[in-house]
């Protein structure tokens, strides 16, 4: 069984979250957690990697009632080390792996609402994954908007998880071959990459 590197931290595989899930039925949201750990959003993470999109929702569901209740400071929770803008990202890419698209475009939409102007490294990034989802949903049009608005938020910006997304765009931008749009986008992305 392959393990994976989970984005709130720490490995999961898919036999790791029904044990986490057992140990969270002792102690909902203990304190030693503080990393992330075992938290709901790891268990969300894990379960949308095993495809189980009824626990992910769940455990979805357990970490926003978390955040919306946390502390200010970080350190004494892991939902503290959310803001809202991030929490609405994760979510939507949660919600992606399963397959639940409608969701996850609408937690990455709340996530652009959120973020605004004021990290355009972030946005750039959720501007990616929207596109990303879009093209999972066969909407050609919003893959290329969502997508060109992500080439010139990302100008400019030295990030290796923007060039990663850069990197990913410009390899899925091969299903368009021969669509103008499509190599606009292309000599773009080669621009930013130079």
């Not at 060109?148 to 850069?166: L, Q, T, W």
């Amino acid at each position: 069984m392959a393990a994976k590197f989970s984005r709130s931290g720490g490995w999961t595989t898919s036999r790791e979250y029904p044990a986490c899930s057992r140990r969270r039925r002792i102690s909902l949201f203990p304190r030693r957690h503080a990393s992330g750990r075992d938290s709901p959003a790891t268990l969300a993470n894990a379960a949308a990697q095993d495809d189980d999109r009824r626990t992910a929702t769940r455990h979805l569901a357990f970490s926003e009632t978390a955040i919306s209740r946390s502390p200010a400071e970080s350190g004494e929770s892991w939902a503290a080390h959310y803001s809202p803008g991030r929490w609405a990202h994760e979510s939507g890419m949660i919600l992606s792996r399963p397959g639940d698209l409608d969701a996850a475009e609408d937690h990455l939409h709340l996530a652009l609402d959120i973020h605004g102007l004021d990290r355009r490294r972030t946005r750039a990034i959720v501007l990616a994954d929207l596109g990303g989802v879009r093209l999972r949903q066969r909407d050609m049009d919003g893959t290329l908007s969502a997508w060109n608005e992500f080439i010139e938020c990302a100008d400019g910006i030295r990030s290796v998880k923007v060039r990663g997304a850069v990197e990913d765009m410009r390899l899925r931008l091969n299903r368009f071959h021969g669509t103008a749009v499509a190599e606009e986008l292309r000599h773009k992305a080669d621009q930013l990459m130079a």
